[in-house]
């Protein structure tokens, strides 16, 4: 039997404005398995990132969680103080950060700045058995232990990349969320700490969420992917079923406009239209006014996030373009 690390059950979060309530996570709901890596894609301001913040709790001050679950081994952490929260944070759930230069501090080593964690969560630990567990998640990660006590910018950017998810694995966390891991790197970089990644991934047994809008990057690590769309997740199912069989007409026109080295030239097909405002979303379905399927339901009416067969769970009046 499957254990869950991570259950979130219905979560909407919004950004409170001047003008308004933006809906940036709306009824979202899915789970991640003890040793799976699930991946979260769509275009920039789908909610993915959002996602991710409201999942440690670290939400800025105009946000606020209006509703739902978000379940840590069986935890609801949602009506937690931030005090609490503290204690499930790097221990149960940690994040490896968009840009790594911004996530550390300048002015303290790197090893000063791991061992921060470890002593909050892991003060069973010696001084030497936290130095050689530091040693350690060096070697992991592929990164020289004796460079340790330099300073962030004294690293290169795939050093600094690798030293924040050194970081995240300090206190052995049951998940681990992935925000854009690789954004800024060169090619040969990110595959070679993406295969480091899910190395650690598998050996550790942990639980992951890749957060990326490179479909490239998702395919490579995730069993199951999840697609967003303007605060909603309208599509999840296995990588190879989101890949090759693609039933929401959001996901097929992503499909459609990522170029493949194999199999026969296809021409890319270009997405229509920009995503809603989500201070306004359109009523019915989100998607619908770019939606070359769209109906008058469409228009009227949002579609239940519902099980298609063999696990594929879309939000769709038209499923793979039926009408």
Request: glycine share 6%.
């Amino acid at each position: 039997m499957t254990e869950k690390v991570l259950a979130v059950n219905d979560l909407t979060m919004h950004y409170m404005t001047r003008k308004g309530p933006v809906f940036a996570v709306d009824g979202v709901t899915f789970h991640v398995d003890r040793g799976e890596a699930i991946g979260l894609v769509g275009e920039s301001g789908c909610g993915k990132t959002s996602i991710a913040i409201s999942l440690l709790k670290l939400l800025p001050n105009n946000a606020k969680i209006l509703n739902g679950e978000i379940r840590i081994n069986d935890t609801d952490v949602v009506p937690l103080t931030d005090s609490e929260m503290n204690k499930y944070r790097w221990k149960n759930i940690s994040m490896v950060f968009q840009a790594a230069m911004n996530s550390m501090n300048p002015v303290y080593t790197v090893e000063e700045q791991i061992l921060e964690a470890m002593r909050e969560h892991m003060a069973h630990l010696s001084d030497k058995e936290m130095d050689e567990k530091i040693d350690h998640l060096f070697t992991l990660v592929g990164l020289d232990p004796t460079l340790k006590d330099q300073y962030p910018h004294q690293y290169s950017g795939g050093m600094r990349q690798r030293a924040v998810i050194a970081m995240a694995l300090s206190c052995d966390p049951d998940i681990i969320i992935a925000d854009e891991p690789t954004t800024a790197l060169d090619v040969i970089v990110q595959d070679a700490i993406l295969k480091r990644v899910r190395e650690i991934q598998i050996e550790l047994n942990m639980a992951m969420i890749y957060i990326s809008h490179d479909i490239a990057v998702i395919a490579e690590v995730s069993k199951r992917v999840g697609v967003m769309y303007a605060g909603k997740l309208v599509e999840m199912a296995s990588t190879e079923a989101i890949f090759h069989r693609p039933i929401h007409p959001y996901t097929m026109a992503l499909m459609s406009s990522f170029p493949s080295i194999v199999g026969e030239k296809a021409d890319l097909v270009t997405l229509a239209g920009e995503p809603p405002d989500l201070l306004n979303p359109p009523p019915g379905c989100r998607f619908h006014p770019r939606c070359p399927y769209a109906t008058e339901i469409c228009h009227e009416q949002e579609p239940e996030f519902k099980d298609h067969g063999a696990d594929h769970f879309a939000a769709c009046w038209h499923p793979g373009g039926e009408k």
